[in-house]
Each structure stands twice: as C-alpha cells, then as structure tokens.
C-alpha cells in the first residue's frame, strides 16, 4: 500500500516537498489502526509529523484503511535506499532539441554547467571536441565511468552543442534501454524497415548505457549495423557506458572491438577539489533559488570530504539542506549539516575497510596478504601495496597516519608517497587505471 500512498501524496504535496520530506520515509508497518512511518533521521520525523501528518493519515486510511494513528519513527531501514531517495528529480518539463527524434534533454545538464577537474578533465575536452564539429576525429567516442560521473551530463551537453551549432543536423540521443524497446515495437508493429531508415539517417548518433543491450541479442545485432552503416558514412557517434568496452559481459567481440575503434576515455572517480568544485557552482544556483540562506563556513569542505560516493548524491544531499534550512529559516551550519544528512553521511560512512582493501588488492595481484603490511621493496610487491594505500585513502575516511599504521606502522610521509606515485601513474598507465577502476567496483559491490 505505501506505494500507492506515496503516488497520492505526491499529488497532493508536489514533486518538490515530496522528494524532499516523504520519498525518504518507509511504511514499516500498520497495526490496529496504528501505522508506523520510518524516517532515516530525527529531524525528518519531527518535520514530517508536523506538517504532513494529516496528508499521510488521510492517504493510508484510504489505500490502506483503516488507519487512524501515526507512529513515527526514527530509525535507518535501508540506508541504500535513504541515500538514493535524494536523487534531484528529474526536471518537471524538459525540453526535448527535436520532440520527434531524440530523447528529452535535460536543460541543466550543459557544458557550462559542467565543473572540470582532474577527474573527468579528459573525457570533458573529448567532448567539447565532438561537440564543436569539425572533421569526425574521434569515432565513436566512447565515454565510461561508474554511476553518478557525469556521463549523461555530458551526453546531453554533447546534443545541445550540436544542435546549437548545427541546427540542420539530425542529432539523436537515447539510452540504449529506449533504442531496445524502440526496436522491438518496430519488431511488433512490422515497421523494421522505418526504424532502419530512421536510425540509418541520423547525422550525430548518441546512445547512453549502452551496458543495457548486454545480452540482448537482435538488439545487439540491430545496434551494431546501426553502428557500422554510421560509421561508414563519416557520422558522429557517442556512446556511453558503465564500464570500458572490454569489460561489458555478454557483449559480441565484433561490437566490443568496434566500440574500441575511436577514442574511449573514462570518467575517474571524483577527488576531493572536483566535489568541492562542484559543491560551490551548485550552491551558487541554490542560492538564487533560497535567497538570504546563510552558509557556515567549513559546510562544503565537511560535504566533500564525506560524501565521495557520487555527484548525484552529492547534490541530492545539498538540495535537502537547503530545503530544510530554508524552511526553517535558519542557517545551514555544520550541526545542522549533520543532523539533517544523518542517513546519507551514514550510508557513505559505510565503506570498505582499509583490512578488505588490502585483501582484495593482494588476491588481485596474486601476492601474500602479509606483504602489504611486510618491508618488502620489490616493485611486484611494493606497487600493489601503493594501490592498496591509494585505494585507503579514497575509500575511507581514515587520516594519513592512520592509514600509515594499518600498513605496519609506516609513517604518514610513505602514505602521500604512495598515493601521488599511484595518482601519477593512473593519469599515464591506461591499464593500471583500469585495474583501479575494477578493484574500486569490486570493492564497493
Ligand atoms: P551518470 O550518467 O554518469 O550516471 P549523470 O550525468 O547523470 O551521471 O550525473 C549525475 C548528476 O551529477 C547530474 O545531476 C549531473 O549534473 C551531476 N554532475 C556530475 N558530474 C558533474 C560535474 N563535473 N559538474 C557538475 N555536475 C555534475
Ligand atoms: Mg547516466
């Protein structure tokens, strides 16, 4: 039931407060009349009690019924799904370049909205490039990278560029969810040969995730003759997904190889300077929108330090700040900070241990789980145990010398030696960042 009652206080409360008050909160239960409403934080359930008590009873007691009481909660059933359910929503009305062609464009999603750092600098001026036209150089480009990166931001900022400058051009962007089931209601409909031509008539081809079509045989089959008739006829393609080409399961090796033909570039994992970054540009549109909304200092350096899972939550997180602090009239403070981000802050807190990192790198490259912490100084040994120190230091929130002593009591100086070696090696050492990028992934599944 609490599914149907969240779609009806949606509609009752709005997208906005209801992404902001009642998508975190979870029916745990009703008993005699007694429903009982989990909320991940304290502050959520004092809110939430106070101002839309009313809306949710009427709700439950009607999809559900009957309900007469509300007992909330405080507690963190799924942190997962509190940490996701900040998620910014999608935009209310985006607006598509060509209603008919491509897939909705988001309009925030523009280069100029695009915070560039260390991480994602590469991927972002191969995208400029391909945006900027010219002679098709870079063909496909294939841009990768884990969840939250920024991939779909630059796809859609890759379209609007084109069009802007190009506004005869056919640009069409879609997810490679909606080029399956595009294709496969031409399969119903009998109209094969009109997706063909549509597809086969493109000028700039975009396809995000295409992860997705893993698997799907004539999807696949469909997809790579879309790809090879494009391609042969000098057109732009842009293809995103999760993971580099060679390591997309259940993919044809001709599609693979395919994928690889052009420019492939990564989105790296955001480093602490591009969170802050980004933090900042966005609080700068927050602003506009909360006007007057005070903001301690020392409140986006504790975010970017804390929150390194992805930019999506990231933003969800400082949206939810806002919102709270602006309805309540205060100023965002570091307290305020952690009381009204409990969920998410413990979610990220729930990382790997620098113990798991260790094992994991040791399996990976086949060395004793004992030279990690060991005085060995040969470079089979000692290069993992860089990564593995590289690894400790992205993925927990643990100090230097910290770290220094889980690696048998070495001194803080030899950690920041290890991780600027393995930061300077990935930028240069395409395979090693990849295994970096793998060990990451296994790590956090
Ligand atoms: P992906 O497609 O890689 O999963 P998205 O492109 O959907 O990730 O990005 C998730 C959210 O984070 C979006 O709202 C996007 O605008 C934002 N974002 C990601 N990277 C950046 C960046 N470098 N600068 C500004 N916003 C970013
Ligand atoms: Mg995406």
């Excluded at 989990?38 to 559900?64: E, M, N, Q």
């Excluded at 007992?71 to 999608?90: D, G, H, L």
Aim: proline letters at 4%; glycine letters at 6%; hydrophobic letters at 40%.
């Amino acid at each position: 039931i609490w599914g149907q009652a969240r779609e009806e206080l949606q509609k009752i409360v709005g997208a906005d407060s209801f992404a902001t008050w009642i998508e975190p909160l979870r029916l745990a239960g009703v008993t005699d009349g007694t429903a009982v409403i989990a909320c991940p934080t304290r502050f959520l359930s004092d809110w939430v009690s106070r101002h839309y008590s009313d809306d949710i009873l009427k709700v439950l007691d009607r999809v559900g019924g009957p309900v007469h009481r509300l007992n909330f909660e405080t507690r963190s059933p799924v942190i997962r799904q509190a940490a996701n359910s900040v998620e910014p929503r999608p935009q209310p009305a985006p607006r598509a370049v060509d209603e008919e062609l491509t897939a909705p464009l988001d309009q925030r999603f523009t280069f100029d909205n695009f915070v560039v750092g260390k991480p994602n600098e590469l991927a972002h001026a191969a995208a400029r490039r391909v945006a900027e036209g010219g002679p098709v150089t870079f063909n496909p480009l294939f841009l990768y990278g884990g969840v939250g990166l920024g991939k779909t931001h630059l796809m859609h900022a890759i379209a609007r560029e084109i069009q802007a400058r190009q506004p005869e051009a056919r640009v069409l962007y879609l997810s490679a969810e909606q080029f399956m089931y595009r294709f496969v209601q031409a399969l119903r409909d009998r109209t094969v040969m009109d997706f063909k031509e549509l597809f086969r008539t493109v000028s700039v081809l975009m396809v995000d995730d295409v992860q997705f079509i893993a698997g799907k045989d004539s999807t696949q089959e469909e997809f790579f003759h879309t790809f090879n008739t494009l391609v042969d006829q000098g057109k732009q393609i842009v293809i995103s997904a999760d993971r580099a080409p060679g390591e997309i399961k259940d993919m044809e090796e001709r599609i693979k190889s395919r994928l690889q033909c052009g420019l492939v570039v990564d989105l790296h994992p955001t480093d602490y300077e591009l969170r802050l970054g980004i933090l900042q540009s966005k609080t700068d549109v927050f602003r506009l929108q909360y006007p007057g909304l005070q903001l301690a200092p020392g409140v986006l350096e504790f975010l970017a330090h804390r929150i390194t899972s992805n930019v999506r939550v990231l933003e969800g997180a400082l949206q939810r700040l806002f919102a709270f602090a602006s309805l309540m009239g205060r100023e965002i403070t570091l307290d305020m900070t952690q009381e009204c981000l409990a969920d998410i802050l413990r979610a990220n807190d729930r990382k790997v241990s620098i113990e798991e990192i260790q094992r994991k790198v040791a399996e990976h490259y086949n060395i004793r789980l004992s030279d990690m912490i060991g005085p060995k100084r040969v470079r089979t040994v000692a290069r993992p145990r860089q990564i593995a120190m590289y690894l400790s230091k992205q993925m927990t929130s643990r100090s230097l010398p910290e770290i220094g002593r889980r690696f048998g009591g070495r001194d803080h100086t030899t950690i920041m030696h290890g991780v600027r070696k393995i930061e300077e090696l990935r930028s240069a050492d395409r395979s090693l960042a990849e295994d970096i990028d793998l060990l990451r992934r296994l790590l956090e599944a």
